[in-house]
């Protein structure tokens, strides 16, 4: 049962981590490369914008921590 256990326990810190990462890119490179970029679909660089990619990224390293914690759960 242990095996069970192990490898449920695995698929779901894969499926955070996979999210965290997704969190990232949304929320933190998508903008800067449309910053960086100038694209005119970009919104524009304000206080708010960077605190809102500063929400995302924080997101994005809960869910990896999450993940990482829950590799902890595994069963010897």
């Known amino acids: 049962m242990n095996l069970v256990h192990n490898e449920r326990q ?3 810190a894969g499926n955070l981590d996979r999210l965290s990462s997704a ?3 949304i929320g ?3 903008p800067v490369i449309a910053w960086s970029y100038g694209f005119p679909t970009a919104p524009p660089w304000t206080l708010y914008s960077a605190f809102f990619s500063g ?3 924080l997101t994005a390293v809960g869910l990896h921590a999450l993940a990482r914690r829950t590799l902890r ?4």
Do not use: E, G, S
């Open 73 to 76: 759960r595994l069963r010897q």
């Open 10 to 12: 695995k698929l779901l």
């Open 28 to 30: 933190v490179v998508t």
């Open 23 to 25: 969190f990232a890119i």
């Open 55 to 57: 929400v995302w990224f």
